[in-house]
């Protein structure tokens, strides 16, 4: 029987939490490590060696070792759960298409607008609110006729996207124009296996 493997995350990071998110809803046997952000552990030698860049998520599956939340997802639904990434080539293609907007849109926005307020990042609060809008309203279209964002079940696209965008009011990015978009993120919540990301004291405020 093979090991868990070992997930290195911290509760209030939507890219760790996808993570998370993805060994749970896809029955991964996993292990979770926190790292001490706050204290400075991810500029540990111990945790650069894993990743040097300093950042989480990073797993563990025995000898391999990935840094980086959608590469790490590409890898474990290739490895444990392939009915999370398409094997048709169109729709593979439309899932990575997805990974690239989490990559771009949602962590210019959505991320960074969270970053601002729960983090105190000192970035750019006008233009974190304009690369949302303009996300949201492409999922707001892209979702009109759809439950998931590609084909007719859930995928790592999904998975990619959800934690920042459920948790765009806490970067007072509202989603009440968005009811698709709410509906999918309602979706999302309704498959055996979800798990939360907890929420700050700023999302309480939207």
Do not use: C
Not at 27 to 50: M, R, S, W, Y
Not at 120 to 129: I, K, R, V
Not at 154 to 169: E, K, W
């Amino acid at each position: 029987m093979s090991k868990p493997i070992r997930i290195h995350t911290f509760p209030l990071s939507g890219h760790a939490h996808r993570v998370e998110l993805f060994a749970s809803l896809a029955g991964i046997a996993h292990e979770l490590i926190t790292v001490d952000l706050p204290n400075g552990a991810h500029k540990q030698a111990d945790f650069l060696a894993l990743n040097p860049a300093g950042q989480v998520p990073v797993i563990e599956d025995g000898d391999v070792v990935i840094s980086d939340a959608n590469a790490i997802l590409v890898y474990l639904a290739r490895k444990y759960a392939p009915a999370y990434l398409p094997q048709e080539p169109a729709l593979e293609a439309q899932v990575q298409k997805f990974l690239t907007l989490a990559a771009g849109e949602l962590a210019f926005g959505p991320a960074a607008a969270r970053l601002i307020t729960v983090f105190n990042a000192p970035l750019d609060a006008e233009f974190t609110q304009l690369i949302s809008a303009r996300l949201f309203d492409k999922l707001e279209a892209h979702l009109a006729d759809r439950v998931f964002l590609v084909g007719e079940t859930a995928t790592i696209a999904d998975v990619a996207l959800y934690s920042y965008a459920a948790h765009a009011p806490e970067g007072y990015v509202s989603l009440e124009p968005y009811p698709h978009v709410r509906r999918w993120l309602q979706s999302i919540e309704a498959l055996d296996g979800f798990k939360p990301m907890p929420a700050t004291k700023a999302g309480l405020l939207a």
